[in-house]
């Protein structure tokens, strides 16, 4: 599955955040078995109001959402590009997942010690993104003379390889992530597979007080503007609050929600916005025994999109029944699309669309 990393200084309130998400998950795998792989991993599920949707149409028996793996990522500190702290295994970590999220201090308590002295996300998110670019000159810088080598011996992988490899060298030595190295769209796979931690999207998780949990403070408001200019996303949360919601019941999170001024807890944002980051897609199974969502890469074919159900789905797959999920929900269902046309066959090249509802046909 797609994992996004949760990081950050220590006491910003990353554990607290990260408890919140997986008993936030456990408390809802009623009908799906929650798996923790270690204590530091947590699969969540992921919000869609489309998957309700779909699932209130066909009257579906049961709705089981896609999910996301969350890592906390414990051990980030000034250094540990150097192996300060827990320095090379924390990198290790992050080298593994696919997007990550700092999570930044947003909050004033002189009960809680900021390791820098100062409440500054601004600060503190420079610091996380120095390591990680420190870590990725170094370890650029160490793999040059090897492929100079090889490129002497006439290797032409080698050459394509160094020519990726000091575009975003360009960048991390002007002091800004690999991820603004110019790479053409062709070269973006190669590109991530050089496994420069700085070249992964990046989400701002702001943690703020209890009393600015729906509108932000003046620290989160500072964070959202530099975001803003630098095209990444935001996330304005407070962990204390989300705690205390995943230990009521359904009827007083809903009061305790709306004393609060806020439509849904924020961890179903920081769980959308963290999916949103992998640029996935998602397609949508639908019948009256099971409403479900499904994850794959954007660019997948039908046959691969079914893979992700069933092998013998993708080996034996003979074509996709489609209907587009505006068509689903406009014309009241599977029948009344397929009345209007609007249920497409589509073969082995068909790319899946976000939002698709599919029935794969396929032999045994
Ligand atoms: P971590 O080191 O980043 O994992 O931080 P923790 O989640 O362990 O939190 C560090 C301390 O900050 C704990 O005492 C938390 O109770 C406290 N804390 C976390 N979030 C908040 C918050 O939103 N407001 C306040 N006042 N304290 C918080």
């Given at each position: 599955g797609f994992k996004c990393g949760i990081v950050g200084l220590p006491n910003v309130g990353k554990s607290t955040l990260f408890n919140a998400l997986t008993e936030s998950a456990a408390a809802q795998a009623a009908n799906y078995p929650f798996c923790t792989i270690e204590p530091n991993v947590g699969d969540v599920p992921v919000p869609d109001p489309r998957l309700a949707k779909l699932s209130e149409i066909a009257g579906s028996a049961q709705t089981i959402p896609t999910r996301l793996t969350f890592v906390d990522i414990a051990g980030l500190v000034r250094g540990a590009s150097k192996g300060e702290g827990l320095g090379n295994q924390f990198l290790a970590h992050i080298r593994e997942v696919d997007a990550i999220a700092y999570v930044l201090r947003c909050f004033e308590d002189s009960d809680v010690v900021h390791v820098d002295g100062k409440v500054d996300p601004l600060a503190d998110a420079e610091t996380i993104e120095t390591e990680l670019m420190l870590a990725d000159l170094e370890s650029l810088e160490r793999r040059v003379p090897a492929l100079e080598k090889k490129i002497r011996g006439q290797d032409k992988e080698a050459k394509e390889t160094l020519a990726l490899l000091e575009r975003a060298l360009v960048v991390l030595r002007e002091g800004r992530p690999a991820r603004y190295a110019a790479v053409d769209h062709e070269d973006r796979k190669a590109f991530h597979s050089l496994g420069l931690l700085t070249s992964k999207p990046v989400l701002y998780v702001c943690n703020v007080d209890e009393a600015s949990?729906?509108?932000?403070n003046a620290l989160s408001d500072a964070v959202l503007a530099r975001a803003t200019k630098e095209d990444v996303g935001c996330v304005v949360i407070s962990a204390k609050i989300e705690s205390e919601l995943v230990e009521l019941d359904a009827e007083e999170r809903q009061s305790y929600l709306a004393d609060l001024g806020l439509n849904e807890p924020g961890l179903n944002r920081l769980i959308q916005e963290g999916y949103k980051l992998l640029d996935l897609v998602t397609y949508f199974t639908v019948g009256p025994k099971e409403a479900r969502a499904w994850t794959i890469e954007r660019g997948t074919r039908a046959p691969q999109a079914a893979g992700v159900i069933h092998t013998d789905f993708e080996k034996g797959f003979i074509r996709a029944e489609t209907i587009a999920y505006n068509d689903y929900v406009g014309l009241g269902g599977e029948a009344g699309a397929r009345d209007a046309g609007k249920l497409r066959l589509e073969g082995k090249e068909y790319v899946v669309k976000d939002g698709d509802v599919l029935h794969f046909r396929f032999a045994n």
């Open positions: 949990a729906g509108s932000g």
